[in-house]
């Protein structure tokens, strides 16, 4: 039967996988993945021997009608991104939403994602949250940044090792500099840490300690 797995992968820790997702990812018999090298070391760490083929944001376009080609001659393919889950500032939407368009079914399985344990270990509300991704880079991210001084849940946005501060610095930009932020790195790595405060001594903390690693901002509402 024709289906289209959505697989959460790892973060950082490759015990983070399901029993499930390496069942499907083993019995697919198409991988997709977001960076066909950087998937590799988990597909071998599992003994996952599927074919793999890329599909990423320069080629997603362009590879979608083949895709649905395929799962409609009776395939089954899995679809991962480099870490966490499809689909969360990775690829996943489009081919999602062309299958649902083309009476393919979806199956995603739930799984790894950043800004859950992030949301948690940030000890802010989380019975409701927002969550934001990125902020834009350049184009639009004064406007959001301004939509988001009355948001009045608690956000949650990814940001990048060379972006943090800067990020940080336009956070205080906008919000009040004592508002409770929360910035956790490199989850369920070696080097695991959340700094808890206010936004003014996150970026002193930040000017002071510049590390590297990936980070997801929580940040409470006015
Ligand atoms: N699909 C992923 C998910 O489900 O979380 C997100 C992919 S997005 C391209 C990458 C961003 O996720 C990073 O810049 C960082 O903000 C966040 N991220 C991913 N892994 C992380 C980790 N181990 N620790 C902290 N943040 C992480």
Do not use: W
Not at 112 to 139: M, N, Y
Not at 205 to 217: S, Y
Request: net charge negative.
């Amino acid at each position: 039967m024709s289906k289209l797995f959505v697989v959460p992968t790892p973060i950082g820790n490759l015990g983070d996988i399901t029993l499930r997702s390496i069942e499907v990812l083993k019995s697919a018999d198409l991988i997709l993945a977001e960076d066909t090298r950087t998937s590799s070391k988990l597909l071998k760490h599992y003994d996952i021997d599927t074919p793999v083929e890329s599909f990423h944001m320069h080629n997603e376009h362009k590879k979608l009608e083949s895709i649905i080609n395929k799962l409609r001659s009776d395939s089954e393919i899995a679809l991962i991104s480099d870490a966490g889950t499809p689909g969360i500032s990775d690829p996943g939407f489009l081919l999602v939403r062309e299958c649902i368009n083309n009476e393919v079914e979806v199956e995603c399985l739930p799984g790894p994602t950043a800004f859950v344990p992030a949301l948690l270990s940030s000890g802010l509300p989380c019975d409701r949250f927002s969550f934001e991704g990125f902020l834009p880079v350049k184009k639009g991210r004064t406007k959001r940044l301004k939509e988001l001084s009355t948001e009045t849940k608690t956000m949650v946005f990814y940001e990048s090792p060379h972006r943090i501060l800067k990020t940080l610095n336009d956070l205080s930009n906008y919000f009040d500099i004592e508002s409770q932020i929360s910035v956790s790195r490199e989850l369920t790595k070696l080097y695991e840490e959340t700094f808890r405060g206010t936004i003014k001594g996150s970026v002193e903390h930040f000017e002071k300690n510049k590390t590297k690693g990936e980070f997801v901002i929580v940040l409470s509402p006015k």
